[in-house]
């Protein structure tokens, strides 16, 4: 909205030409829903202190969690909507890509908000049933990706690419049937590996900031050009530097906007960190961590980083694939492989302080982080 304003006024008062470029709208979302959580956390932990809205404990996790029972929870509603409003007033909303990113996000965390309720209304760990989440995240992204390949404002194709090859040496064009349940896969997986591996004071929201990051990163270099005149001979040159087929990257013409999406996620999470750090003020709760989770995983897919994303993703999985695994081995052999999953409740059963943990976890998503964006040059 901010952005059209201004765009129109630029005539009339030439510093408003500042806000056609993508560089500075980044600065301005991020630091727009940093103080907007920073300024109505305190007053919403406290309306969520009067309507009881408290966290609930399992009763089989570690015995250091007893004394959370009770903190604020929901607290990713305030994420949600600092990202939404950080989004709407800095991003080009004629952009079809800032639309469907936005709807996926707020679907997600709408499913998360139905969840979070349902503990709370019944005082247990046992929310909306894992079948009817998981229809419903399916449907969510399966109605995306119908938009992606039929509607004209998405140029949207089943190529996908490999990380640390040249996309100019490796496509690979998958037969729709294949294509889009894997990205169905991917988005709900996020989203749900994302819900799991919140279960410590900041430890999602760590890598959520370092993957929006490298999204932020990864979208702008998809889609922009720069341009700059020379002169030569007397005469006027334009020269043209396409970010993305220097890197060769997939190039996805539009996705630019979606960094300041991704700014706005990263204002946001810092902004709850202030109140999530040890010992949290309050959590982020299923609001938030499946609507961040969703909205990552809708990044992967849009910016055509798919595979790549099992890198910047890769904490994530981790934490996923230690339940599966745990479910599974128990199942089968009436063994546990872990002391308790997700993986991170086994390094606490170990005695790892949970500060020790959430840190730790950090380092391995930066790493992971700087992995992916090392293979743009190794290509």
């Known amino acids: 909205m901010l952005f059209k304003l201004f765009f129109l006024l630029k005539d009339e008062f030439s510093p408003f030409n500042l806000f056609r470029y993508v560089s500075f ?57 600092s990202v939404v409003i950080s989004t709407l007033l800095w991003a080009d909303m004629s952009n079809a890509y800032v639309g469907l990113v936005l709807a996926m996000t707020v679907g997600f965390g709408v499913v998360g908000f139905i969840d979070d309720a349902q503990k709370l209304r019944g005082q247990s760990t046992a929310g909306l049933s894992g079948k009817a989440r998981l229809a419903i995240e399916f449907a969510l992204s399966g109605a995306m990706m119908y938009l992606l390949f039929t509607h004209e404002a998405f140029g949207f194709t089943q190529t996908m690419y490999l990380p640390f090859v040249s996309t100019e040496k490796f496509s690979l064009a998958l037969p729709l049937w294949i294509y889009v349940p894997f990205a169905m896969v991917l988005i709900t997986g996020t989203g749900n590996a994302t819900n799991l591996t919140d279960g410590l004071d900041g430890l999602a929201i760590g890598p959520v900031i370092i993957a929006s990051g490298t999204f932020l990163f990864l979208a702008y270099a998809s889609a922009t050009v720069l341009g700059y005149e020379d002169v030569v001979a007397g005469e006027t040159v334009v020269h043209q530097f396409d970010m993305a087929r220097y890197l060769m990257i997939p190039k996805v013409p539009g996705v630019q906007e979606l960094a300041i999406f991704c700014a706005a996620i990263i204002g946001a999470g810092i902004g709850f960190l202030w109140y999530n750090t040890f010992p949290a003020q309050v959590f982020m709760g299923d609001v938030g961590s499946l609507s961040l989770g969703g909205a990552l995983g809708t990044m992967a897919v849009v910016t055509k980083h798919e595979l790549l994303s099992g890198i910047i993703f890769g904490l994530f999985l981790v934490e996923a694939l230690s339940v599966i695994i745990q479910t599974t081995s128990y199942k089968l052999t009436g063994k546990r492989v872990f002391r308790m999953a997700p993986i991170h409740h086994h390094y606490e059963k170990k005695g790892w302080s949970e500060p020790r943990i959430v840190v730790r976890f950090w380092i391995v998503a930066a790493m992971l982080s700087l992995v992916a964006l090392a293979s743009l040059k190794i290509r």
């Open 25 to 81: 709208r980044v600065i301005a979302s991020l630091l727009t829903s940093l103080f907007i959580c920073l300024l109505l956390y305190p007053w919403f932990i406290k309306r969520l202190q009067r309507r009881q809205i408290g966290q609930v404990i399992r009763e089989d996790g570690p015995e250091s969690h007893f004394s959370k029972a009770g903190t604020p929870t929901m607290g990713g509603v305030l994420m949600l909507f």
